[in-house]
């Protein structure tokens, strides 16, 4: 099987995608909705996406498309550390601090305010695909005075040289990636990991007071534990959000199935997005 991934070589995601398909065979897209097409498309079989940064939240792109555009079923959760580095090319190495410009993907550059704000306040940064797209920018542009921030690996595979070690704004910096395949995949295997997690979207009847309660009971008493709760624009008017859920637990026989039908009988409209084997990398 194939794995499709946000590009090129080096990014975050394929990071993620190589602790848990090692040997597998790998294609980069160049953006994220590139590679959940894929995956509709059979170009790939599965695809990995980042979903959530510890100091940046949601990534907003891979819920939207995945709730609006794709219906991919969420088959695994892997959770990497995240350390960021800004580097330069080798030429501009002992005068890093002039440089005029610093690329890198959005994600990235908020998890960096502070060290951009304190160590190179002023100088503008550009928001490209991926973190590897950057740190290839920078190497296609020796004459030019730009940075990019990006991972150790990004540094080794387009030749820059690491100027700031571990310039992201708190030390425990995290992503979450899902897992998307319309293929029968044995996650729990590949990942090593039997702890599950269950991810649910629920929308809610119009005006009706009380039912964002009335959901969170309907776990509650069941003792159903949830890690995430969200709201995402319906994208149909101001005021009409979604929820995505996401909940502690492996889908059961009696206690989610029992959940969703008490929502469903509230009027609310539930769609499983997946139950999955969770790897935490440490
Ligand atoms: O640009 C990359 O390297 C990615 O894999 C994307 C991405 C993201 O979308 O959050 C993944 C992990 C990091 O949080 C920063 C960027």
């Not at 991934?5 to 994220?32: D, Y």
């Not at 939207?64 to 350390?83: A, F, N, R, S």
């Not at 995430?228 to 009696?254: A, C, H, Q, W």
Request: glycine share 6%; charged share 20%.
């Amino acid at each position: 099987m194939k794995v499709g991934f946000l590009g090129p070589k080096a990014t975050f995601t394929e990071l993620a995608v190589k602790k848990v398909f090692p040997g597998f065979e790998l294609e980069p897209f160049r953006t994220i909705p590139e590679s959940m097409d894929a995956v509709v498309s059979e170009k790939v079989e599965i695809a990995v996406v980042p979903i959530e940064n510890t100091l940046e939240g949601t990534v907003n792109i891979t819920i939207d498309y995945l709730t609006h555009v794709v219906q991919l079923p969420i088959v695994g959760e892997i959770t990497i550390p995240i350390k960021q580095h800004l580097m330069v090319h080798p030429d501009n190495r002992e005068n890093w601090q002039d440089v005029k410009k610093v690329y890198s993907h959005s994600h990235a550059i908020a998890q960096c305010h502070k060290f951009l704000h304190t160590q190179l306040n002023g100088i503008p940064y550009e928001s490209v695909s991926s973190t590897a797209a950057a740190a290839k920018m920078v190497m296609d542009q020796p004459n030019m005075r730009v940075a990019a921030i990006a991972n150790e690996l990004a540094a080794e595979e387009y030749g820059l040289s690491i100027v700031q070690k571990d310039i992201h704004d708190f030390n425990h910096n995290h992503t979450r990636f899902f897992v998307l395949s319309e293929h029968k995949l044995d996650f729990e295997e590949l990942s090593g990991s039997s702890h599950y997690k269950t991810t649910l979207m629920v929308t809610l009847p119009t005006d009706k007071a009380g039912t964002l309660h009335m959901v969170l009971s309907a776990f509650a008493w069941r003792k159903i534990n949830l890690s995430k709760i969200e709201s995402r624009p319906m994208k149909t008017g101001i005021g009409n959000y979604f929820f995505i859920i996401d909940l502690e637990m492996k889908l059961d026989e009696v206690l989610i199935p029992g959940a969703m039908a008490e929502l469903e009988a509230l009027g609310c409209g539930v769609t499983l997005l997946g139950s999955y084997p969770s790897k935490m990398i440490k």
